[in-house]
């Protein structure tokens, strides 16, 4: 039995230490932030799919697991022309068909054949990424596996695969369909947490990724408790080494329990990690799901790496262009899934101006109907891109976020009449916030982009693809590692693999408990 401390409190570093602990070994768990959420809410959804093997293999389902699909994933207001899509495929077809006889006619195929791409993803990202370069037998034979699935698709098959993956989404949906309003739908789930247009290369294999666990018909991710179950189900052999949260805690207050500051390397090898506090915990291996620049250049002494590899790890794209706005409305919505993009160059228009550090005026939105948590209390919250982190006309102050507030209302007024003066209050978070409350680099919530050079045995470099760092004992798993976010603990499950066979054949040796070593 060996000691190992896993590093963040997402849902990659809580699939990790169940794995970890199911093989027998003792998990610490360390927040990096002290508003964590500890306690796990089993009704709290979270966009993400959460893969059968890992609900089977950690017996989530006895715990209240639940995978749900957006339905309606998107809906256009009857003021602009009327257009509900779900995963009934039928019926999406016959309110395309008030828009476009022609894209009516053409829904079930482009249906069938993106889900049919997205099934090839799903199983290269229940694994560790493919190394294109291996000549051990069993890599070579997951490559083969992996070759095999995409030649199952057929001629017809592969030939979209080649083409879909470095296309313009714009291109993509251009080749499929006419009708504005629904390729502008479909596009911006192209464009979702991506500081790009459309019309930039790689973003139709962005819309892909999002289907990746959908039925077929839904081109947005699933969402899950995942997290929650994760939280409230840990077994026997997992702790906290910070303490339990504090209630109610408001952000940007000071930690009330303490958090990792430090990882210690000895001999090239990490030992365990140092608290805020000043306590050392000790242990045979750590496992991260921090953001890699935050494990790597800012927890440890970068002069364990080289130089080449930080300045990598510094250089990997993480442009956070979304913010979030909760709205809490005396009466219920009309809506369910609220989707403004009308268009392709209405999504090309609010890209524009983040380009340049500055807010759009009329972003990209998509609010959803979070339900009714009090009488005459009913909560939407709000996805809105495109917000710079750090605009360049002006600053992230109390004015210019509310300013950001009315903006995202106004818009859904249009939509909706009548939304803005429903609203009794409101949250705004931009990319700045989320980097300060929830530790996303630079407001990215995917911790890097999911661009094709960012992908698969490249994510988020290619040193790092397999989650082992050139530190011996650390390892890597968070949302910035293969598959990426979306597909809730498969960066956990596959880093956790990885690491139980590292531990069986002795490459990490330390104390076989975590243990205090002393205060600084």
């Known amino acids: 039995m060996s000691a190992v401390i896993v590093l963040g409190d997402g849902v990659d570093a809580l699939v990790a230490a169940h794995y970890l602990a199911r093989g027998g070994h003792d998990v610490t768990i360390v927040r990096e932030r002290a508003n964590g959420n500890g306690n796990g809410n089993g009704d709290v959804l979270e966009p993400g799919w959460a893969p059968p093997k890992i609900a089977r293999d950690l017996d989530l389902g006895r715990h209240g697991l639940v995978t749900r699909t957006p339905e309606p994933w998107a809906v256009v207001p009857p003021e602009e022309g009327g257009l509900e899509l779900s995963a009934d495929i039928g019926r999406s077809a016959e309110l395309i068909k008030k828009l476009s006889a022609r ?14 791409l997205a099934r090839v993803l799903e199983h290269i990202y229940i694994a560790p990424p493919p190394d294109p370069t291996a000549r051990a037998r069993r890599e070579l034979i997951e490559l083969l596996h992996g070759a095999l699935r995409v030649r199952g698709l057929g001629r017809r098959g592969i030939e979209d695969l080649l083409r879909l993956l470095p296309m313009p989404v714009a291109d993509w949906l251009d080749d499929w369909f006419e009708s504005d309003m629904l390729k502008g739908v479909l596009g911006a789930g192209g464009v979702m947490h991506l500081a790009q247009g459309p019309r930039s290369g790689g973003t139709a294999f962005n819309l892909l990724h999002h289907c990746v666990g959908s039925p077929a018909g839904v081109f947005r991710p699933m969402w899950t408790n995942a997290r929650a179950v994760l939280m409230k189900a840990l077994p026997n052999g997992v702790g906290w080494g ?8 408001r952000a940007g207050a000071p930690p009330a329990h303490p958090t990792v500051s430090r990882i210690l390397i000895r001999d090239g090898r990490a030992t365990g990690v140092v608290l805020t506090d000043g306590t050392e915990l000790a242990a045979a291996a750590i496992v991260s799901a921090l953001p890699p620049a935050r494990t790597l250049v800012e927890l440890c002494d970068p002069g364990w790496l080289d130089p080449e590899l930080v300045l990598a790890v510094r250089n990997v794209r993480s442009r956070g262009v979304a913010g979030r706005v909760s709205f809490v409305l005396d009466r219920e919505p009309r809506f369910t899934t609220l989707v403004i993009a009308p268009s392709l160059d209405y999504l090309e228009r609010a890209y524009d101006p983040v380009k340049y550090g500055e807010l759009s005026a009329a972003p990209y939105i998509e609010a959803r109907y979070a339900g009714a948590p009090a009488k ?43 939304f803005s003066d429903w609203i009794i209050g409101r949250r ?21 982009e999911l661009a094709l050079d960012q992908v698969l045995w490249m994510r988020p470099v290619p040193q790092l693809a397999r989650y082992r760092t050139p530190i011996g ?3 890597l798993c968070g949302p910035a590692m293969h598959p990426g976010a979306g597909i809730a603990g498969a960066a956990g499950a596959n880093a956790a693999s990885i690491l139980l066979k590292d531990l069986k054949a002795g490459l990490a040796k330390a104390p076989p408990r975590p243990t205090t070593v002393g205060r600084g």
């Open 473 to 475: 004992g650390l390892y």
């Open 103 to 116: 894209d009516a006619a053409k829904w079930p195929e482009f249906c069938a054949r993106m889900h049919a």
């Open 242 to 249: 910070d303490g339990p949260p504090t209630e109610g805690r």
């Open 428 to 448: 705004v978070l931009t990319p700045a916030d989320l980097e300060q409350i929830d530790g996303f680099p630079q407001g990215q919530r995917y911790h890097a």
């Open 376 to 418: 005459d209390r009913h909560v939407v919250e709000v996805h809105v891109q495109y917000v710079p982190h750090t605009p360049r006309s002006f600053a992230w102050d109390t004015p210019e976020t509310e300013k950001l507030g009315r903006t995202v209302a106004a818009c859904i007024s249009e939509q909706v009449p009548g």
